[in-house]
Structure formats: C-alpha cells, structure tokens
C-alpha cells in the first residue's frame, strides 16, 4: 500500500532505499520561501542504524506490515533455535544468525516476541526479564558488600554479567535483556 509524508506517524514501517524503517520521529516544515518537507529519523529495522532524512512534502512511500507473534523456544542444535507458535503448536527453526546477541537471553520453555515484515522475519525479542541461574563466578569475600563492587558471572545460557559481590554459583538472579544489567536476586 502506497502512504505520502501526510499519513507518517511514529512507529510505522516503510520501505526506503530497499531497506525497512521504523519512523521514530517525523516533523512537517513549511518554510515562507520553497516547499513544504518532512524531517524524519529513521531507524533500519535491521541493524537498529538511526538514519536523519528529509522528504517533500507528497513524496510516497510503500508501507509494510509488522505483526508480532508470541513463540516459545523450545531448544537449539547448534545451526537452528526452534520455536513452536503457542495456538497452532507448530515449530519453526530459525538460524542461529537471525537471532544474533539475544540467543544469549534464550532458556528452553520461555516465550519470545518475533517480529515479522509480511512473511519475512525481522527480528527475535526476548523477554524483558529472565531469571537465569549462575553457573560460574568468582567466590565473594567477607566486606566485598560494603563497597557495592560488581564482579563478572556467567549465566546458564553463557551470557555474562556483572553482578554483586554476594551472588553464588548455583543462584537465580533476573537479569534485564535490553542492556544486559542485573537486576535483582531471585
């Protein structure tokens, strides 16, 4: 479907340049001389690259259609993750470099957010907070606390974050995925 500069709003997705954005931002300019344009920032819903453009005012665009589908990831073989659709209970694999960074944040039985451009996958979304058990750190000392220092862990699923001084091998903690930052103890 053909929209012009008039029907942008936040968060809708067009194609420009063969790549797919999401409008962040948009403002309509009408200068006293000239014509009217159109200041956007873009973001590639690929590479997540905000890109800053201007358009006249008019010019068209094709849209595109997200649509979200809540998943369940079941395991991973090394070459693929697989999900099964939580309505239809059919798996889909998915190659490990769809997934990227957040297969780190992936445990077997929780659900992620996919994000799809007509029939195409854009993107794997997981949970804002998981809970995941440390499997290796270094050992706290007596009056670490005090200072409130960090120290590195890895997680179950290899991630690692800094966490504090008194978390243990063997202990829960939820961590949240946007910026890899501990949040508490569980």
Known sequence: MAISTADFKNGMC??????????VEFQHVKPGKGGAFVRTKLRDIRTQRILDETFNAGTKFES??????????????????Y????????????????????AKWLKENDEATLLYAGEELISIEPQMFVEL???????GFKGDTVQGGTKPATLETGAVVQVPMY?????????DTRDGRFVKRV
């Open 14 to 23: 067009i194609e420009h340049k063969n790549k797919l954005w999401t409008i």
């Open 64 to 81: 595109v259609r997200l649509e979200t589908r809540k998943m369940q990831y079941l395991y991973n073989d090394g070459a693929d993750y």
């Open 83 to 102: 999900f099964m659709d939580n309505n239809t209970f059919e798996q889909e694999g998915i190659p490990v470099e769809v997934i990227g960074d957040n």
């Open 133 to 139: 058990e440390v499997s290796e750190t270094d050992p």
């Open 167 to 175: 978390i243990e091998v063997g202990e829960v903690v939820q961590v």
